[in-house]
């Protein structure tokens, strides 16, 4: 099956540094999508995203379908962006990625 | 209304018990999903409804059962569980199930089986 794979695993950051996540997958996909899982477990659509650059606010995204990898980036990033993000794609079924673990500190 | 409800938001049961989880949503989306995640891992598909019947099971286990009385509500039956079996349980939803579809989450239900 598809393998979604997301760097980096940790990521630690003052408050205000902006900061890049990654998933690579390694088949042609139907879908993307990029959530942001708060400590208290909701799962939060932040993009749907198959191809091309979307913002929204501080965080934008850009997914490179021939080269089967999307970025997330977070700037200016706040207390209240940390959690885990996990980006899932799609052939015949939505499959997560291992996810990156943000924390930000004051 | 983007919301996905699920109760309740804690449950603790013993492996003899019998307990129902609650899904709701009433965005008018006629596909609803049942995601089991452990610790530090990333969600993982169970089953799948669609226009009310189900589509996917992803070899889950017969002690987990599903059943969507209708296109707001899915619910999820627990009987004879395993302590392995405690983890996060995500409800979700979507316009259809077409993998192309946007998914809203609801908070979860953190089972633990003692």
């Known amino acids: 099956g598809i393998q979604v794979e997301q760097s980096p695993p940790d990521l630690i950051l003052q408050e205000g540094a902006n900061s890049t996540l990654r998933c690579n997958f390694s088949d042609s996909v139907n879908n993307l999508q990029w959530f942001h899982q708060n400590p208290w477990g909701q799962l939060i659509n932040l993009f749907y995203i198959p191809s091309g650059t979307k913002q929204n606010g501080r965080l934008s995204a850009t997914t490179v379908a021939t080269e089967r990898y999307s970025l997330l980036y977070i700037s200016s990033s706040q207390t209240t962006d940390s959690g885990v993000y996990f980006c899932a794609v799609a052939t015949d079924k939505l499959i997560f990625g291992t996810g990156t673990r943000l924390q930000v500190f004051p | 209304d983007t919301e996905v409800t699920q109760t309740p938001k804690h449950l603790v049961m013993g492996m003899t018990n019998k307990k129902s989880l609650k899904c709701e949503q009433h965005?008018?989306?006629?596909?609803m999903y049942w995601y089991k995640q452990k610790a530090k891992k990333p969600p993982e598909l169970m089953f799948v409804?669609?226009?009310?019947?189900?589509?996917i099971n992803e070899s889950v286990p017969s002690r987990f059962s599903p059943e969507c009385p209708n296109s707001s509500l899915l619910n999820l039956h627990l009987h004879a569980l395993q302590p392995e079996d405690s983890a996060l349980y995500l409800c979700?939803?979507?316009?259809?199930?077409?993998?192309?579809?946007?998914?809203?989450f609801g908070s979860g239900t953190q089972l633990s089986v003692l």
């Open positions: 409804y669609s226009y009310e019947k189900l589509s």
């Open positions: 965005m008018g989306h006629r596909a």
């Open positions: 979700a939803s979507s316009s259809t199930d077409r993998v192309n579809e946007k998914l809203f």
